[in-house]
């Protein structure tokens, strides 16, 4: 069965804009960077969460992606998400913040009876990044847990991997709706009014993941530590922070 890909919509007021240091190809080399990025913001339910070693998908639109074995393929080892602004699309623009690769799929136990098992060792740890900022959200009663996936991280060699894609300006990477071939206007607007996420072939990605790493001068591939743009350190770890509902 192929891997099914997704263009997966958010709205900009979900989206925070962070200064964070880290590790980023720049010309395909890589190299220690310090900058801007737009990812969830920080210490709510940060999905995907990028503020980490691994990063990880679980909540939200996820849940209106095709998850289970089917003969029409599904998200697997190998899909690839893209996570591009709503806001921009309305607009004819394809605003591409979160480059996903899916390296595998783990599948929680029940919605509400724990982790999966490669990430219990977290469950109600206050002292963990990955328990107050990403998986204690369906134990207190906002979205479900039933898979998550964790992104496949660059390494020397590989032709696909997760990365923060930026321009050579800095900001996100903007791809025109005139720029896309017209099998692929289609499959975004047919979606684009409600934001539920398009579903890709194999062409349709390589096409798209070849015109976001076109314009990629910089991919952040990696964050080690994160400061708010304002300049005021975001800290080690949130603590357990108060759910705010948004949108997603």
């Not at 080399?29 to 998908?57: H, M, Q």
């Not at 074995?69 to 913040?97: E, H, I, M, W």
Request: net charge positive.
């Amino acid at each position: 069965m192929e891997p099914l890909h997704y263009v997966i919509f958010h709205p900009d007021s979900a989206r925070e804009q962070l200064r964070v240091e880290g590790r980023a190809l720049v010309g395909s080399k890589p190299l220690s960077w310090a900058g801007e990025v737009w990812i969830d913001d920080e210490c709510g339910n940060e999905d995907p969460f990028v503020l980490t070693e691994r990063w990880l998908y679980s909540y939200c639109h996820a849940t209106q992606l095709r998850r289970a074995p089917s003969p029409r393929g599904y998200v697997t080892s190998g899909s690839v998400l893209f996570f591009c602004s709503g806001d921009a699309t309305n607009k004819g623009v394809l605003q591409v913040d979160t480059l996903f690769v899916v390296a595998h799929a783990a599948q929680w136990a029940s919605p509400k009876s724990g982790l999966p098992a490669e990430f219990r060792g977290h469950f109600k740890n206050l002292h963990s990044d990955l328990w107050n900022r990403h998986f204690r959200f369906p134990f207190d009663g906002e979205h479900a847990g039933e898979f998550t996936y964790v992104a496949k991280a660059w390494t020397e060699g590989a032709e696909e991997y997760s990365c923060l894609p930026l321009d050579k300006k800095g900001k996100r990477v903007a791809i025109d709706f005139k720029q896309l071939s017209l099998d692929m206007r289609k499959a975004i607007l047919a979606k684009v009014q409600g934001k539920y996420p398009v579903q890709l072939n194999k062409t349709q990605k390589d096409e798209l993941f070849g015109r976001v790493l076109e314009q990629a001068q910089v991919q952040i591939v990696s964050i080690s530590t994160r400061r708010n743009v304002n300049g005021s350190s975001a800290g080690a770890t949130c603590g357990a922070p108060a759910i705010r509902s948004r949108s997603c």
